[in-house]
């Protein structure tokens, strides 16, 4: 079965870190760039970043860059989300995603992680 | 950045009726453009990429069509399970990837 599995969702301080994760199964990861999209309660759908299927190219959204960081392991067939500087702004659950490079459509996805940045 | 709208925002319908959402962009993304189903507390299901090619075991009520910065999505002989909010997403190589704001079909 094709399936992606998010963690290390949580609770954390304004200014805080939390390290997200992805494990992926059912597919060859290492063929695959990979995504993070988030959702913040009740709104709509935002890109975060991007990584190809090496980890040598690394695309944020603007409102990330320099505090965000994407990385992966296909020996261990994970994605990961290091988060710094964690903004109220940045509450969310995060998917991680495959990303086709024939469509730039995003066809698999987690079930999500929640992160909530609150005092 | 290119910014994306959709209309309505908010829809009601019928089992059986037909829906056309409707997704705008800024600039021109060609077909680059895609639609997604999400459910609540579920993630997003992709339904339609490149403008109008119906992602594998996607009911073929689901349809899309338009290119440049107009696009929509049909549904035929709206089901049950078609009553969710639906999302469009451009790609650039410039700007990266936007969603729309979303669309939600409710049953009237």
């Known amino acids: 079965e094709v399936q992606l599995v998010e963690s290390g969702g949580g609770l954390v301080q304004p200014g805080g870190s939390l390290r997200l994760s992805c494990a992926a199964s059912?597919?060859?990861?290492?063929?695959?760039?990979m995504s993070w999209v988030r959702q913040a309660p009740g709104k709509g759908l935002q890109w975060v970043a991007n990584?190809?299927?090496?980890?040598?190219?690394?695309y944020y959204v603007e409102s990330v860059k320099g505090r965000f960081s994407i990385s992966r392991d296909n020996a261990k067939n994970s994605l990961y989300l290091e988060m710094n500087s964690l903004r109220d702004e940045d509450t969310a659950v995060y998917y991680c995603a495959t990303m086709s490079t024939s469509s730039y459509g995003f066809d698999i996805w987690g079930q999500g992680t929640m992160v909530t940045v609150s005092p | 950045d290119i910014q994306m709208t959709q209309s309505p925002s908010t829809l009601s319908a019928s089992v059986g009726d037909t829906v056309i959402i409707t997704c705008r962009a800024s600039q021109s993304v060609k077909t680059w453009l895609a639609w997604y189903q999400q459910r609540p507390g579920k993630a997003p299901k992709l339904l339609i990429y490149?403008?109008?090619t119906l992602e594998s075991g996607v009911p073929s009520r689901f349809s899309g069509s338009g290119s440049g910065t107009e696009f929509t999505l049909t549904i035929s002989s709206l089901q049950p399970d078609d009553f969710a909010t639906y999302y469009c997403q451009q790609y650039n190589s410039y700007s990266g990837f936007t969603f729309g704001p979303g669309t939600r079909v409710d049953i009237k």
């Open positions: 990584i190809k299927q090496d980890g040598s190219e690394k």
């Open positions: 059912g597919f060859t990861f290492s063929n695959n760039w």
């Open positions: 490149k403008a109008s």
